[in-house]
C-alpha cells in the first residue's frame, strides 16, 4: 500500500506513523492502531498523540484502569492538558478518591484549565461527596467538610443537607437548622 511504502521512505517520521494508525482506525484494525500507539509513545514528538489515542481506545473497549492509566501519564508529562486533566478527575471522583480529586482540580485550575469559579463550585461538589461518604464513620469531620462545601456554594442542596444531617448527629440542631434555612431561602 501507498502506507507501508512511505513509511519505508520515511522511516521514522511522526506523521507517517499517525496516518498508519488513522488508516486501521478508519479500516476497523483496532488491534493494529493500538500497536501503532504503543510505538508511538516511544517518539517524543507523537507521545502525546498516541496517549490520547491509547486513552480514547481504552474507553471505547470500556477499560477504565487502562483509560486512567493514559490520562494520567498525559498530566504528568504535560499538566495544561485538558482531556487528561478532566479524565484524571473524573476518574478519581468516580472512585471515591475525594483527596485526590481536589487535589487534581486545584491543580487544573492553576493550569488554567477551568476558572476560578467553576474550581470553587467543583470543589464544593467534591467536598460534599466526601462528607456524604463520611458522614456514618467520622461525623466529625463529615460535618467539617459539608460545612466548607457550604461556605463555597450556599445553594448547593446535598451540601446544606450533609451539613445538618451531621450537625443535628452531633447534637448541634441550631446548625442544622440555620444552614438548612440560608439554602432554602436561596434555592427554595
Do not use: C
Not at 37 to 64: C, I, S, Y
Not at 70 to 86: D, K, N, Q
Not at 141 to 170: F, G
Amino acid at each position: 500500500t501507498l502506507f507501508r511504502s512511505s513509511g519505508k521512505l520515511l522511516k521514522n517520521e511522526p506523521l507517517v506513523s499517525l496516518l498508519g494508525t488513522q488508516t486501521a482506525l478508519l479500516e476497523g484494525k483496532r488491534d493494529e492502531a493500538r500497536q501503532n500507539f504503543q510505538k508511538m509513545l516511544e517518539n517524543e514528538d507523537t507521545r502525546m498523540v498516541a496517549l490520547r489515542g491509547l486513552f480514547l481506545g481504552a474507553e471505547r473497549q470500556g477499560e477504565p484502569g487502562a483509560a486512567r492509566h493514559y490520562a494520567e501519564e498525559a498530566v504528568r508529562l504535560a499538566p495544561a492538558l485538558p482531556w487528561a486533566g478532566t479524565a484524571k478527575l473524573r476518574y478519581q471522583a468516580t472512585d471515591g478518591e475525594w483527596d485526590q480529586a481536589i487535589q487534581t482540580l486545584e491543580a487544573n485550575r492553576a493550569a488554567g484549565l477551568i476558572d476560578r469559579e467553576t474550581a470553587k463550585r467543583r470543589r464544593a461538589v467534591l467536598l460534599t461527596a466526601k462528607a456524604i461518604s463520611e458522614e456514618q464513620a467520622e461525623p466529625e469531620q463529615a460535618r467539617k467538610h459539608a460545612k466548607e462545601a457550604h461556605k463555597l456554594a450556599k445553594d448547593l442542596v446535598p451540601a446544606a443537607t450533609a451539613y445538618a444531617r451531621s450537625a443535628a448527629r452531633l447534637g448541634d440542631i441550631r446548625s442544622a437548622t440555620k444552614v438548612l434555612e440560608t439554602t432554602w431561602k436561596q434555592i427554595p
